[in-house]
């Protein structure tokens, strides 16, 4: 016991347990919180499956319906002859490519752009990532939201090239891709 006069000491050994219950029980209620919601899946579905299956595109000739979902541009595939939507794939048949008269892409390069001038195109192999062409879009003129892009009159090997095109969109990443299927 302590003298009079002389500050009393107070035990710590008690008020340890105390601050790790409280952290402890902090700790779990965040992480409750935190923890994601399970996800419902339908009875049909297999394990390992995803959740929901791609939309399918319309047939040709045939409007989608209001309520169908838009199919993701990754998922259609296109002739030369029709606009290209960014990221998506465009097939062009080696028969159809002609050295005096190439065929010529539309492609859909999103918003619309600040400046009017040509768009830097770069056209590589998927395969070795080898460059096939640099070349440059037809002119843009300001506010357009697509550009005309002129194949090399060389028509390259059957398989899948990455078509880059860089454009004047005000953002990080001003890139638009698009897959070129010569087949």
């Given at each position: 016991?302590?003298?009079?006069?002389?500050?009393q000491?107070?035990?710590?050994?008690?008020?340890?347990?105390?601050?790790?219950?409280?952290?402890?029980?902090?700790?779990?209620?965040?992480?409750?919180?935190?923890?994601?919601?399970?996800?419902?899946?339908?009875?049909e579905?297999?394990?390992?499956?995803?959740?929901?299956?791609?939309?399918?595109?319309?047939?040709?000739?045939?409007?989608?319906?209001?309520?169908?979902?838009?199919?993701?541009?990754?998922?259609?595939?296109v002739p030369?002859?029709?606009?290209v939507?960014?990221?998506?794939?465009?097939?062009?048949?080696?028969?159809?490519?002609?050295?005096?008269?190439?065929?010529?892409?539309?492609?859909d390069?999103?918003?619309?752009?600040?400046?009017?001038?040509?768009?830097?195109?770069?056209i590589?192999?998927?395969?070795?990532?080898?460059?096939?062409?640099?070349?440059?879009?037809?002119?843009?003129?300001?506010?357009?939201t697509?550009?005309r892009?002129?194949?090399?009159?060389?028509?390259?090997t059957?398989?899948?090239?990455?078509?880059?095109?860089?454009?004047?969109?005000?953002?990080?990443?001003?890139?638009r891709?698009?897959?070129?299927?010569v087949?």
């Amino acid at each position: 016991m302590a003298e009079p006069g002389e500050p009393q000491q107070r035990s710590t050994a008690s008020a340890g347990p105390i601050f790790l219950a409280a952290g402890l029980i902090a700790v779990v209620a965040v992480a409750v919180l935190l923890w994601p919601a399970p996800q419902k899946e339908s009875a049909e579905a297999e394990p390992g499956a995803p959740l929901e299956a791609p939309a399918a595109a319309p047939a040709p000739g045939k409007a989608a319906s209001a309520d169908s979902p838009k199919p993701h541009p990754s998922d259609v595939s296109v002739p030369a002859s029709e606009k290209v939507p960014s990221g998506a794939t465009v097939w062009v048949t080696r028969a159809a490519w002609d050295a005096a008269d190439p065929p010529v892409l539309t492609l859909d390069i999103g918003a619309p752009q600040t400046e009017a001038r040509p768009l830097a195109v770069t056209i590589s192999a998927f395969q070795d990532s080898a460059i096939l062409a640099a070349t440059e879009t037809a002119p843009v003129a300001a506010g357009e939201t697509e550009a005309r892009l002129p194949l090399p009159a060389q028509a390259p090997t059957p398989g899948r090239y990455l078509i880059q095109v860089k454009t004047t969109e005000r953002n990080h990443f001003p890139l638009r891709r698009y897959v070129l299927e010569v087949r």
